[in-house]
């Protein structure tokens, strides 16, 4: 089946716009979490969708958002980017239930760098 | 809340030989845990799971884990690396709690394989 796919691959914007980035789940799971990865802080989570609610959220200022649409797409979008943005932007998704005992599969990332 | 150590941002070793990567969690809640591969411009591929059960865990590509609760620890361990096996590696921790996807993430082991 196809995994996790996220678009674009690679992105590069000019510091204050705004940019979206899109994760599309393998089919059948309902849970896509988002997480930064950057040299000095590592990889950190964003934020957790589930069934179009959020549902887990880390330490991000509000600047970064997302959503998921009801076929469990999702998108995550960043306003007024700063430099510090700059960083591969990794997509999970899961079924969503842990009593299934499921795990994350992870999209190739999207590479973003604000110039 | 949770954390990860990582002991070694880096670790060298003869190609054949084997090799252990240590992790070190900290939590207050019961956890599952995770070994993490990433291969240069890709995302992460999971190697491992400890989720309930037998301590000692096997995973794809011949690596193998033990959670021991007492020292907190899922060290990572393979008898013989190969080149292939370049590559960074992640510790990850989930609470058990229904709902909760988010992974915590060690800083990441960079395994390098000399010929």
């Known amino acids: 089946k196809a995994g996790v796919t996220q678009t674009p691959r690679y992105l590069i914007k000019t510091r204050g716009q705004q940019v979206t980035l899109s994760c599309s789940p393998i089919s059948g799971h309902r849970s896509v979490s988002w997480y930064q990865q950057t040299p000095g802080q590592g990889l950190q989570f964003l934020f957790e969708?589930?069934?179009?609610?959020?549902?887990n959220k880390g330490n991000f200022p509000g600047r970064f958002s997302g959503r998921q649409f009801s076929n469990s797409r999702s998108e995550m979008n960043v306003s007024t980017l700063e430099l510090g943005d700059s960083a591969l932007y990794l997509c999970?998704?899961?079924?969503?239930?842990?009593?299934?005992?499921?795990?994350?599969?992870f999209g190739q990332g999207t590479r973003l760098t604000v110039v | 809340a949770q954390s990860v150590t990582q002991l070694d941002s880096q670790v060298p070793v003869f190609e054949e030989a084997p090799v252990e990567l240590r992790c070190n969690y900290s939590s207050s809640v019961s956890v599952y845990l995770f070994w993490y591969v990433q291969y240069p411009n890709q995302g992460l591929q999971l190697l491992l799971k400890y989720l309930s059960g037998s301590t000692l865990v096997k995973g794809i590509n011949g690596f193998e884990a033990e959670f021991n609760k007492s020292q907190t620890s899922f060290h990572l361990r393979k008898p013989s690396v190969h080149i292939s096996d370049t590559a960074e590696y992640f510790c990850?921790?989930?609470?058990?709690?229904?709902?909760?996807?988010?992974?915590?993430f060690g800083t990441g082991t960079r395994l390098t394989i000399i010929p």
């Open positions: 999970a998704s899961s079924l969503g239930d842990r009593w299934l005992n499921t795990e994350a599969f």
């Open positions: 969708y589930f069934s179009e609610t959020q549902r």
């Open positions: 990850a921790v989930s609470d058990q709690s229904f709902g909760n996807e988010k992974l915590t």
